[in-house]
């Protein structure tokens, strides 16, 4: 992706969420989401920046959805 993307997720149970972006070192890059949410549809945005507003180097980093009792995690390939 370049310069950001969108990751979209489906809450069948009300939960709290936790979405974070991780590098390759499993270094925590970025928290995108931390809340308590409802059930239904949900997006949220990955500009390319880490937690402190500084644009990260091209790569391979990773994004995990945690949900109650569930953890998904898919690779995000970021190429400026």
Same mark, same amino acid.
């Given at each position: 992706?370049?310069?950001?993307?969108?990751?979209?997720?489906? +809450? @069948? $149970?009300?939960?709290?969420?936790?979405?974070?972006?991780?590098? #390759? +070192? !499993?270094? &925590?890059?970025?928290? &995108?989401?931390?809340?308590?949410?409802?059930? !239904? #549809?949900?997006?949220?945005?990955?500009?390319?920046?880490?937690?402190? !507003?500084?644009?990260? @180097?091209? !790569?391979?980093?990773?994004?995990? &959805?945690?949900?109650? $009792?569930? #953890?998904?995690?898919?690779?995000? #390939? +970021? @190429?400026?």
């Amino acid at each position: 992706f370049n310069p950001t993307t969108t990751i979209r997720y489906s +809450l @069948a $149970d009300n939960s709290r969420v936790r979405v974070e972006v991780r590098n #390759v +070192l !499993g270094q &925590l890059v970025r928290v &995108l989401e931390d809340s308590y949410q409802s059930v !239904g #549809v949900y997006e949220t945005t990955w500009d390319g920046r880490d937690s402190a !507003g500084q644009e990260v @180097a091209s !790569g391979v980093y990773f994004y995990s &959805l945690r949900s109650n $009792d569930v #953890v998904q995690t898919r690779k995000l #390939v +970021l @190429a400026r």
